[in-house]
């Protein structure tokens, strides 16, 4: 199994869009590459942590790649936009890579190229090494699961698109 640490915005929708992609095995929402130790939803909601929701996606690598990951990301976010995404602004809500390994490195800068050439304004998602990621509370895990009529600032059709999306055969 592999991971990779992704910030698009509100991590609900971000972790119920992940969940619907053959090849990922598993998601935790939570907050990353902040300056605070074990922060609390109400803490992050402040802005004044430095962390990102963000969402833990793990994933077998024999099913789907990190390069076809990312590009779904893409799919996913406004690239753009700085600290906001839909109707959600604040620097919790920035976008973010967060890689673990250096090998993921070419393989993120290679996908934000090609992004980058479709776009005429910058990418405003940030690539870091992955600092630290603390769980969030257990009732923001799988929150769009346990509330399908709750908040989510993607729409619908996308989570549909994304279950049908079909990575790469290995």
């Given at each position: 199994?592999?991971?990779?640490?992704?910030?698009?915005?509100?991590?609900?929708?971000?972790?119920?869009?992940?969940?619907?992609?053959?090849?990922?095995?598993?998601?935790?929402?939570?907050?990353?590459?902040?300056?605070?130790?074990?922060?609390?939803?109400?803490?992050?909601?402040?802005?004044?942590?430095?962390?990102?929701?963000?969402?833990?996606?793990?994933?077998?690598?024999k099913?789907?790649?990190?390069?076809?990951?990312?590009?779904?990301?893409?799919?996913?976010?406004?690239?753009?936009?700085?600290?906001?995404?839909?109707?959600?602004?604040?620097?919790?809500?920035?976008?973010?890579?967060?890689?673990?390994?250096?090998?993921?490195?070419?393989?993120?800068?290679?996908?934000?190229?090609?992004?980058?050439?479709?776009?005429?304004?910058?990418?405003a998602?940030?690539?870091?090494?992955?600092?630290?990621?603390?769980?969030?509370?257990?009732?923001?895990?799988?929150?769009?699961?346990?509330?399908?009529?709750?908040?989510?600032?993607?729409?619908?059709?996308?989570?549909?698109?994304?279950?049908?999306?079909k990575?790469?055969?290995?």
């Amino acid at each position: 199994m592999k991971e990779i640490y992704l910030a698009g915005g509100c991590f609900w929708g971000t972790e119920h869009f992940f969940k619907q992609i053959e090849g990922v095995t598993n998601t935790e929402v939570g907050f990353a590459n902040g300056n605070t130790e074990n922060p609390t939803y109400k803490e992050v909601y402040t802005d004044t942590t430095g962390h990102s929701e963000t969402v833990h996606v793990v994933y077998d690598e024999k099913k789907v790649d990190l390069e076809f990951l990312l590009n779904m990301f893409f799919k996913a976010i406004e690239p753009t936009s700085l600290n906001r995404q839909g109707h959600d602004e604040g620097t919790r809500y920035r976008t973010g890579v967060y890689y673990t390994t250096d090998e993921q490195l070419p393989i993120i800068k290679k996908v934000f190229a090609e992004q980058q050439a479709l776009l005429t304004e910058p990418i405003a998602v940030e690539v870091e090494p992955l600092r630290c990621f603390y769980s969030a509370e257990d009732y923001h895990q799988d929150y769009l699961d346990k509330n399908p009529d709750g908040y989510c600032h993607l729409p619908l059709e996308l989570f549909a698109f994304a279950k049908k999306a079909k990575p790469k055969a290995k």
